[in-house]
């Protein structure tokens, strides 16, 4: 889910400027020129955003009470597979998606702290529902522990792994080359590589809330 964010972002730059921007595995850019020759480039931005929490509220959807175990197997997946805890802690960092767009569309070089504020809020309200319904569909005896797991885990391996570790290996030059959708080479091995695992154990996303019993009656 993190690389289909970064796709969202760089295939509407791609629409938008005709060319694609250069990236890394979480950075990325306009091709040279397109800010100041689009006015509304600043779409690509702001799609990123939308296009994750859209996933994240698909999630809340299927966890809605009365959903079927897999439904909300399915759904707690989406929420926590798109790591809410990335979006609020770069916010709360002054950066991200939401607070750039916001304070380039209104910053208009005056004080953006108030814009940082918003952008703040407007994430942790966009977060707060999906993530209290991931919380409450786990086991009431033990729902602390796997839920900050799933919360922050995965953001911590992220940082390690695709920050620290694929994007020094990409510095380094290791297939650099450019591949396809405008991504180098090493990030479309990559992106094979968790789409091939991800249809490995697709089977078993949606069992994930299934209670053991069922699962073997």
Request: proline residues 6%; contains cysteine; negative net charge.
């Amino acid at each position: 889910m993190g690389e289909a964010h970064e796709i969202v972002h760089t295939a509407v730059g791609r629409l938008l400027c005709g060319c694609w921007g250069p990236r890394d595995f979480n950075v990325w850019g306009l091709c040279e020129g397109c800010s100041e020759e689009v006015s509304f480039a600043i779409l690509a931005t702001i799609v990123g955003p939308v296009f994750t929490f859209g996933v994240i509220w698909w999630g809340f959807a299927l966890l809605r009470a009365g959903a079927s175990p897999e439904q909300k197997s399915m759904g707690f997946c989406l929420v926590f597979g798109n790591m809410p805890a990335a979006r609020i802690f770069t916010a709360a960092m002054g950066g991200g998606d939401e607070v750039y767009s916001l304070q380039h569309i209104f910053a208009d070089g005056g004080d953006s702290t108030p814009l940082w504020i918003l952008g703040i809020v407007i994430v942790g309200v966009l977060s707060a529902p999906p993530l209290y319904r991931g919380f409450r569909v786990l086991s009431s005896k033990w729902r602390w522990p796997p839920f900050l797991g799933f919360l922050l885990l995965p953001f911590v391996i992220y940082l390690l792994v695709v920050l620290g570790g694929m994007n020094t290996l990409l510095d380094q030059g290791l297939l650099d080359q450019d591949g396809l959708i405008g991504s180098p080479v090493l990030l479309n091995v990559w992106t094979v590589f968790w789409v091939g695992l991800l249809a490995a154990t697709w089977t078993e996303l949606s069992s994930l809330l299934v209670p053991a019993e069922a699962e073997t009656a």
